[in-house]
């Protein structure tokens, strides 16, 4: 099949996926910790049917080949474990009622937002 997007017009979709993506995540984000904040004003279900669109896009488009220069720093895995503290914290304040089951949960969704994150870092430097 032929690629629906080549060159620059892919950098595009690409671009605009990543920040539609990014946007939803973070307004889900808000709205299961606050309820009814984003809800009020924007339906998420349609926002997610655009993101889906867009990544289908993504996926059919001809990127150009990049070389990849940049180095994996300790700043990088600061922020990943950062980042694993903080969904340790919402998954264990959304689900506070389930008791020691809820430490759990918690625990290993960290460690896989940790170890994941880790992974996709090693990837991109191979």
């Known amino acids: 099949m032929k ?3 080549k060159g620059h017009n892919a ?3 690409n671009y605009l996926f990543q920040t539609l993506l990014a946007t939803y995540l973070v ?3 808000v709205e299961q910790i606050w309820s009814r904040v ?3 004003y ?3 279900n349609y926002l997610l049917i655009i993101v889906i669109i867009a990544g289908v896009l993504d996926v059919f488009s001809e990127h150009p080949v990049r070389t990849n220069s940049v180095r994996t720093t300790g700043k990088d895995y600061a922020f990943v474990i950062i980042l694993g503290v903080l969904g340790f914290g919402i ?3 959304k689900t506070v009622a389930l008791g ?3 430490w759990v949960i918690s625990v290993i969704a960290g ?4 170890l994941l994150s880790i992974l996709v870092l090693e990837e991109d430097h191979e």
């Open 111 to 114: 460690i896989l937002i940790v």
């Open 11 to 13: 950098v595009i979709v």
């Open 38 to 40: 984003v809800s009020i």
């Open 27 to 29: 307004l889900l984000l």
């Open 100 to 102: 020691w089951l809820s």
């Open 3 to 5: 690629s629906l997007f």
């Open 91 to 93: 998954i264990k304040y």
């Open 42 to 44: 924007l339906n998420l």
